[in-house]
């Protein structure tokens, strides 16, 4: 990590997303807007909200039916893993195990719930792409979500994408300042990395986008979160 620390800026002014809207060019302008300009190895977390709106994945639902949106869950879900009340907990196509298949009525016009992307590690790849080409920079992007944990109170916000920054790094093998070899430590960065977003984000300040700054390099790679973060089957304890 940087000696210096890093840092963390909210990015402003995007205005209410809707589909088909250019969010690389939106993002790099309002960064301007702010007298920021992008720098090799920063690292820009967005949340899903808006790249679902730029994605169409936006479906009507009638938010007086108290079934709606488990009925719309269970359409989003692969499998069912536990209910109680109208609180669903589902494993989505992407392998999350979350609540409602992520679907969301918060932050969206009455009348319309908002869904996961279909792919998204896709979508921070497109989106680092074209950002990369409008700043001429390598950055980093992670697609946010806000996700419940198993045994915990509370909510925090998680990577359900990355592109061009290590979803997981591998520390298995190294050694702790005692000299003893670790060996079964990965660190789920991007999940801190979100987790350390939101806290200028925020649920309801229309923050949907952060830049981290001072991560380390080497941590910039290719990555997934679907293939780095998303435990096997084989591998849970728990289902």
Not at 59 to 79: M, N, Q, S, T, Y
Not at 85 to 98: M, P, Q, R, S
Request: glycine share 10%; with cysteine; net charge negative.
């Amino acid at each position: 990590m940087n000696a210096a620390g890093i840092s963390i800026f909210g990015v402003e002014g995007l205005g209410e997303i809707r589909h088909g809207d250019p969010l690389a060019e939106l993002i790099v302008g309002a960064l301007a807007d702010q007298g920021v300009g992008l720098a090799d190895h920063d690292v820009l977390v967005v949340t899903q909200k808006i790249v679902s709106k730029a994605e169409g994945r936006v479906v009507a639902i009638d938010h007086g039916d108290p079934d709606a949106k488990r009925r719309l869950a269970e359409a989003e879900a692969v499998r069912v893993l536990r209910r109680r009340g109208d609180l669903v907990i589902t494993e989505t196509a992407h392998g999350f195990i979350c609540a409602n298949s992520g679907v969301d009525l918060s932050n969206i016009a009455e009348g319309y719930a908002v869904l996961l992307p279909l792919d998204p590690d896709r979508s921070a790849r497109g989106l680092r792409d074209a950002i990369a080409h409008l700043a001429k920079g390598e950055v980093g992007i992670i697609i946010s979500d806000t996700f419940g944990r198993a045994w915990r109170r509370g909510v925090t916000d998680v990577a359900i994408g990355t592109a061009g920054i290590a979803a997981v790094v591998d520390l298995r093998s190294t050694r702790d300042h005692l000299g003893r070899e670790l060996v079964a430590t990965e660190v789920c960065v991007a999940d801190e990395i979100c987790a350390a977003a939101d806290l200028v984000m925020g649920k309801a300040r229309r923050v949907p986008v952060a830049l981290v700054r001072g991560i380390d390099s080497a941590w910039f790679r290719e990555s997934s979160v679907r293939d780095e973060v998303v435990r096997p089957p084989a591998e849970d304890l728990f289902r």
